[in-house]
């Protein structure tokens, strides 16, 4: 597909957040570390059934990743990689985005999601995307309250969701790639 100057730079701003140790390669230890800050910051015990599948899954995610886009097969994804995968759809596509992404929101939410009713407070946003993606506690309150389209104070995961499929996939200018992983990089 046809990569625009937008799309650039949120695959940009996204290869940041997957690189969880800031060393400019995405890494298998990324996934680890990534899944262990979560489960910390939620006070997982150390042996509880939720870090250990966090644990799986984001080895599983690494897996993904890594086979559709370490093309030189060198242990490490660059952001050329990262990009040159996006663009061959290797990724995530508009036609395998729910299958790839629902089960690990949803086991991300099973830790953030403290009281268990499917929805994120706006502390609860800021403690998951802050272990998670090393978003700021600024940007991560703010992104909650524009999610939070109703008001009420919490948003589901249908539209965690919904705002991560557009932020892949929705052009335009104001949509969520402009403000879900806070800034973008200039181009
Ligand atoms: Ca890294
Ligand atoms: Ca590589
Ligand atoms: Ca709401």
């Known amino acids: 597909m046809e990569i625009s100057a937008f ?3 949120k695959l940009a701003r996204r290869f940041d957040t997957f690189d969880t140790d800031g060393n400019g ?29 966090m644990l799986a899954l984001s080895e599983q ?56 009713d499917g929805k994120l ?20 309150r703010a992104v909650h309250g524009r999610l939070d389209s109703d008001r009420d104070g919490v948003v589901s995961v249908d539209t965690v969701l919904g705002a991560i499929r557009d932020y892949y996939f929705d052009e335009a200018p104001d949509s969520a790639g402009g403000w879900l992983l806070g800034p973008l990089p200039a181009n």
């Open 61 to 116: 995610l690494w897996d993904v990743l890594s086979a559709a886009a370490d093309s030189d097969s060198d242990g490490g994804i660059t952001l050329a990689e990262y990009k040159a995968a996006f663009a061959d759809g290797l990724l995530v596509t508009e036609d395998n985005f729910d299958a790839g992404y629902r089960p690990v929101l949803e086991a991300v939410m099973t830790i953030a999601d403290a009281d268990g």
């Open 7 to 9: 799309l650039d730079r």
């Open 121 to 140: 407070g706006a502390d609860e946003y800021v403690r998951w995307t802050g272990a998670w993606m090393g978003l700021s506690a600024p940007v991560a």
């Open 25 to 53: 390669v995405i890494e298998r230890d990324d996934f680890t570390l990534a899944a262990t800050r979560l489960a910390d910051e939620f006070r997982q015990p150390f042996d509880s059934p939720h870090r250990m599948r």
